[in-house]
């Protein structure tokens, strides 16, 4: 997918972007033309392309429509397994993170609404895709740890690889920076894992490729 996974998406500078595409809440019209279905939960090319509108120019270079498919099939699988796990989200929730989407991405409400308007989307179909967002966050916080065991060999071995006794940094002052990079290495890893198996386990059938 061209590092355009749930995990790249949440961390993007232009996040409030990515969320104006793919905000389906897994329902609409039958009439709609259906790219996949996700355990039975149907997504549609309107959504598919409603993505992929969202991204950069730059962006569109190197990820195609049907990446911008895969990614809604992950993220849908991720949401059905925080339903599944009983996974809730709060209003204030939900209401902190929208917050913080705008004030990461220089908006204003009535500014995010306007870009909104013009996707023929609304403020409510928005937040639904925030709190679909902070679910998923959610479960992959309560499926992989936050912390790991991290051998002291490890923490050398990268102090003497890297240039820090060049610089004139001790092993000491070095630690725990080298410690935070090894577990948010280990934590990306185990959470890739974890959705990989849940795709892997998922009944997806692609019913046409965007092209």
Known sequence: MKAYGFLAVAIAATVVAAFLGGCSNGTGSSSREVAALVNGERIYFDDVNEEYASLSTEQQESITRADALSFLIEREILAQEAKRQGV??????????????????????????????????????????????????????????????????????IYNASNYASLGITFEHAEKAIVDLITGQRQASERAAYIERLKGEADVLIVAVPG
């Open 88 to 157: 809730t989200v709060s209003e204030k929730e939900v209401e902190d993170e929208y917050e913080f989407l705008l004030l990461v991405s220089n908006l204003t409400g009535p500014g995010l609404e306007l870009q909104l308007r013009a996707r023929n989307s609304s403020l409510e179909k928005f937040k639904a895709t925030v709190k679909k967002q902070v679910m998923i966050g959610k479960l992959l916080d309560k499926a992989v740890p936050r912390q790991f065991i991290i051998k002291h060999d490890d923490v050398e071995r």
